[in-house]
T-cell receptor, first 117, second 113 residues
Framework: GAVVSQHPSWVICKSGTSVKIECRSLDFQATTMFWYRQFPKQSLMLMATSNEGSKATYEQGVEKDKFLINHASLTLSTLTVTSAHPEDSSFYIC?????????????FGQGTRLTVV | GQQLNQSPQSMFIQEGEDVSMNCTSSSIFNTWLWYKQDPGEGPVLLIALYKAGELTSNGRLTAQFGITRKDSFLNISASIPSDVGIYFCAGRGHGGSNYKLTFGKGTLLTVNP
């Protein structure tokens, strides 16, 4: 199947700093990308949906100024956690959907483990 | 918002046994998906269901889209140790795959050799 790659796989940052996570579709063009957050032993919670060249649509309760999403090309979306705090520590997962086909499902990246100390 | 109830929360079985898990929703879904997630990894799609009543198999896995559109189940036959992981159901209420998914809370499967 298609490959979505996230970088980094894990990151530790100091409280108050910003962290950027990249999500790349390696062998297809992702017109839509989704960003999820998953706390330990919890389900995936959608944070935002982004379409290439457009502003992301954030889910209720997700601060758009804190979680900056950029989808500048059909193969790259980035999530920047600004002024990170320990409560932002989580597993962040992206998925990318190939452009064609109503029932073409998105492929997930391997996730990024963020730890804020 | 839409909520999915997934059960059981966890299962401990012996290798070779069959497994069944299910998801129910308070509202109608037009798509049901089943994923497996290994520790520290992203989910991998196992089976996708798009029509009420649809029964689909993928190797030892079988899933069905409930006729009421409010439920789905996943069966794993003759389990093996590599089946260990967390299984999530996910549903989509309307539209195509550009629309968001709602995930269940997951079923943690442990298979004893």
């Amino acid at each position: 199947g298609a490959v979505v790659s996230q970088h980094p796989s894990w990151v530790i940052c100091k409280s108050g700093t910003s962290v950027k996570i990249e999500c790349r579709s390696l062998d297809f063009q992702a017109t839509t990308m989704f960003w999820y957050r998953q706390f330990p032993k919890q389900s995936l919670m959608l944070m935002a949906t982004s379409n290439e060249g457009s502003k992301a649509t954030y889910e209720q309760g997700v601060e758009k100024d804190k979680f900056l999403i950029n989808h500048a090309s059909l193969t790259l979306s980035t999530l920047t956690v600004t002024s990170a705090h320990p409560e932002d520590s989580s597993f962040y997962i992206c998925s990318g959907k190939p452009g064609a086909g109503r029932n073409t499902e998105a492929f997930f990246g391997q996730g990024t483990r963020l730890t804020v100390v | 918002g839409q909520q999915l109830n997934q059960s059981p929360q966890s299962m401990f079985i012996q290798e070779g046994e069959d497994v069944s898990m299910n998801c129910t929703s308070s509202s109608i879904f037009n798509t049901w998906l089943w994923y497996k997630q290994d520790p520290g990894e992203g989910p991998v799609l196992l089976i996708a269901l798009y029509k009420a009543g649809e029964l689909t198999s993928n190797g030892r896995l079988t899933a069905q889209f409930g006729i009421t559109r409010k439920d789905s189940f996943l069966n794993i036959s003759a389990s093996i140790p590599s089946d260990v992981g967390i299984y999530f159901c996910a549903g989509r209420g309307h539209g195509g795959s550009n629309y968001k998914l709602t995930f269940g809370k997951g079923t943690l499967l442990t298979v004893n050799p």
